[in-house]
């Protein structure tokens, strides 16, 4: 079956309303049942939980508090690198942006400017530059880091649509990452600006930063827009944690032209772990 085939039927699901009752299950504290619903999750999807700060599968009170949980102090030490991998997952692509145009898959690409919500001026700071499409499966860690210090200036959430943001998905949905809602974030560093993009997918409940808290829900169906000028700054480590995914999703990440070089070591489909080395300064 070809790949376009095999994600029809996510055009007939009911996504927006599967999404919203799987964010209501998930916050939900049914005792027994929620601790019987992880057991299976933890079997199903092979989750370590040894490298969990808290191993105690009976201790979780809801799904959410599962899903979203820490790992042990130590567990991800940052690799002695100028820019980390801000997750674990895998690579889904990497590389060139070729004048705006973001590879996603053989035949698929889309646009800087889509990605960030349509921002023209935002995106040609991206003009030929680099990224990287990480994806985070369900049985990965999902709190998202830095991969560099940075400060935070802007947080655009986009709505869109909530189609999975697995291979076969990617493979199938022209412009995915571009449609599904997303929360950009857009900072400043020493290598200069770069934007980290959080996209959901179905059955994600919600995103959050640390600086804002949840994201979504609420879903108005419109673009918003917070600034973080002075005397407000969000300053992060290169490593500190920045968001996270209730239920798994995919991070997108925007460098400008001629800013760093990637790992020789990464390629499409390779499993990677928060901290590891993902690319060196240029200049």
């Known amino acids: ?52 700060a808290n191993p105690e599968i009976a201790s979780y009170k809801s799904f959410n508090e599962f899903f979203t949980r820490p790992l042990k102090a130590g567990a991800r030490p940052l690799a002695e690198a100028d820019f980390i991998s801000p ?15 973001i590879f996603q898959a053989k035949g698929h690409s889309y646009s800087t400017t889509a ?81 980290l993009t959080l996209v959901g997918a179905t059955i994600v409940g919600s995103m959050a930063t640390v600086w804002h808290g949840v994201v979504n829900p609420p879903r108005p169906g419109t673009v918003r827009e917070w600034r973080y000028d002075a005397p407000v700054a969000v300053d992060l480590e290169k490593g500190a944690e920045m968001g996270r995914f209730l239920l798994g999703s995919t991070v997108v990440m925007l460098f400008p032209k001629n800013t760093l070089a990637f790992n020789p070591d990464w390629a499409p489909t390779r499993p990677i772990r928060m901290g590891e080395a993902m690319a060196t300064r240029l200049y």
């Open 1 to 52: 079956m070809s790949d376009r085939l095999a994600v029809l039927p996510q055009y007939l699901l009911p996504k927006q309303a599967l999404t919203v009752l799987a964010g209501k299950l998930a916050s939900a504290e049914a005792g027994s049942l929620t601790t019987r619903v992880i057991r299976w999750f933890v079997g199903r999807y092979n989750v370590n939980m040894a490298e969990a």
């Open 87 to 101: 997750v674990d997952g895998a690579i889904s692509q990497f590389g060139a942006i070729e004048r705006d145009q």
């Open 115 to 195: 990605l960030v919500g349509g921002d023209r001026e935002l995106a040609a700071q991206f003009e030929d530059g680099s990224f990287a499409t990480l994806y985070l499966s369900p049985r990965d860690y999902h709190r998202i880091h830095m991969p560099c210090a940075g400060r935070l200036t802007r947080m655009i959430y986009v709505p869109g649509a909530l189609f999975s943001v697995n291979p076969t998905t990617a493979r199938g949905v022209p412009g995915l990452f571009a449609r599904n809602e997303r929360v950009v974030c857009v900072f400043e560093s020493e290598f200069g600006p770069f934007v």
